[in-house]
């Protein structure tokens, strides 16, 4: 059971209603730059493909990043001709820049981005916006190295795309499969919290976000896509490969010094299924130990080899304290999270600290091991040594297991939760930004951690659900509010950073069409 005490700054995931307020549902930004030729027939293809298979409203955006060529003039007829297209001109080029300001100034509630020479099919399409759109997911991906998609491409693409993508899985240990394709969506409410963390305007844009959502713990939908190499691409291979190493590296040290405050992206306790208490499924001691096990048996062959590192460099007793303490901070953070189900950054120093005084003991049990073998033998094998030490760290473990259960992560009870966290809404007038001319952001969230708030709202919440679903722990967020439509003017959208909160409702206009032809 999670333990971790942050009330999330995201709302719990819902299927995005349909209404009559007519803003667009989806909005597909088309970054461009010096693409007078491609634009008019991949704007036509897909408003054409649109109309033909979305059933709800939607928005074509074409995002121009300071092109030299005639694709302003382009971009402008298109929108005055066809209603669903708009054009927005930045005077910088980047990519990045281009997304993040076309969507934070989008009223629309899911966000979309795909590439001007569509090389990606576009029946992908509504299989990438669905799981947003139902409250599945918060972000999706087409994914070009799934097992299932087809995919047309020189050698040298493909040599690259899968070392880049094996770089990220090493270093940032990232989880999803492709993050340079060039077709994402992402939920508006999420975008609105998470794109004032992503630094990056280039290439490394995409790449930034879908880290930092994943290790935040949002969930990210992959969409296995067909896709077909455009050989007149003007990508600089070197000097995007160059860029996207140094924001790998920039990301890296900001993960590693927890600099980046990914528990604003944090989901309502309750959110997680994993959250509930159900029967019949593993869990206590039983699960602990299975975690635990796991867990410790990794880091016992993590921590030979780094003594066998160590050793060849310096003494037994040096080496064994090296090893012990890099192999102690990594275990305490796997059980933290995979053993205990700690999630969010909070209580994370202190249970590291609290993790150090269980090395300690390791430390004593294990340098007591050797000091004992070293006394009866002057001079021991190194199979000796590591027999001796195996045995320290099993008894060690045992040790070890029983500190983390009833000292470093304590298994809440009912009742004994420090604080009762409930989400209210705040008028707009307490919100910092409701005090500047123009403004129009939206109340936020505040919490109330009074126990007769969350008593008031627990009967609330029994009274309503309870048909519904298992009981949930103590900790409780209220019924969101219903959705808002605010209005963002794009300059003050993209500079500001205190976003709002709000949702656009959706508008359901062709819920029957059908076309059985293929698009492609």
């Avoid at 123009?438 to 048909?467: I, L, N, V």
Wanted: glycine share 6%.
């Amino acid at each position: 059971m999670r333990t971790d005490s942050s009330p999330g700054n995201l709302p719990a995931r819902e299927h995005l209603p349909a209404g009559n307020a007519g803003t667009p549902v989806l909005d597909v930004v088309i970054p461009v730059y010096n693409e007078e030729k491609d634009l008019q027939p991949c704007v036509l293809r897909l408003h054409e493909h649109l109309k033909r298979t979305f059933p709800y409203a939607f928005r074509i955006t074409v995002a121009d990043n300071a092109s030299t060529d005639t694709t302003p003039q382009v971009a402008a007829r298109l929108e005055a001709e066809i209603p669903e297209v708009r054009s927005f001109r930045l005077e910088q080029k980047g990519r990045g820049r281009a997304l993040r300001t076309v969507w934070s100034a989008s009223d629309a509630p899911v966000l979309a981005y795909m590439d001007v020479d569509l090389s990606t099919d576009l029946n992908a399409l509504l299989p990438l916006v669905a799981p947003l759109i139902s409250g599945h997911s918060d972000l999706a991906i087409g994914s070009r190295l799934s097992r299932s998609s087809r995919v047309v491409r020189g050698a040298k693409r493909e040599f690259i795309s899968r070392t880049y993508n094996l770089i990220l899985r090493g270093s940032l240990q990232a989880r999803f499969s492709d993050a340079q394709c060039g077709f994402k969506a992402i939920r508006r409410d999420v975008a609105q919290v998470l794109l004032p963390l992503v630094e990056d305007t280039g290439w490394f844009f995409d790449t930034e976000m879908l880290v930092l959502a994943e290790r935040a713990g949002l969930r990210i939908h992959e969409v296995p896509v067909d896709w077909v190499d455009d050989p007149n691409s003007t990508v600089h291979i070197v000097k995007t490969a160059t860029d996207d190493l140094k924001g790998v590296w920039r990301v890296g040290r900001a993960l590693a010094t927890g600099s980046l405050p990914l528990d604003r992206l944090a989901r309502p306790f309750g959110d997680d299924p994993r959250d509930r208490d159900l029967t019949d499924v593993p869990k206590g001691l039983a699960r602990q130990l299975v975690g635990f096990c796991v867990v410790g048996g990794l880091s016992t062959l993590f921590y030979l080899l780094l003594y066998s590192a160590f050793r060849s460099l310096s003494g037994s007793q040096i080496a064994n304290a090296l090893a012990l303490l890099v192999s102690a901070v990594a275990n305490t953070a796997a059980n933290r999270r995979l053993t205990f189900g700690v999630r969010g950054r909070g209580g994370a120093m202190r249970h590291q600290a609290q993790g150090l005084v269980v090395f300690g003991i390791g430390l004593a049990l294990t340098s007591g091991s050797l000091a004992a073998l070293n006394a009866a033998t002057t001079d021991p094998s190194h199979s000796t040594e590591l027999a001796v030490l195996i045995a320290a760290n099993l008894a060690a473990t045992v040790l070890r297991f029983l500190l983390f259960r009833a000292w470093v992560f304590p298994d809440r009870q009912q009742g004994e939760t420090p604080s009762q966290v409930v989400a209210s809404h705040q008028p707009a007038s307490h919100h910092p930004a409701s005090h500047r001319p123009g403004s129009h952001h939206p109340a936020s969230p505040t919490y109330a951690t009074t126990p007769a708030a969350a008593h008031q709202y627990q009967g609330q919440y029994q009274g309503q659900y309870q048909d519904q679903y298992p009981p949930l722990p103590q900790r409780r967020t209220a019924p969101r509010s219903s959705y808002d439509t605010t209005e963002f003017r794009a300059g003050e959208a993209a500079d500001d950073r205190s976003w709002g909160d709000a949702t656009m409702q959706l508008q359901a206009v062709r819920p029957h069409d059908h076309d059985p032809r293929n698009a492609r």
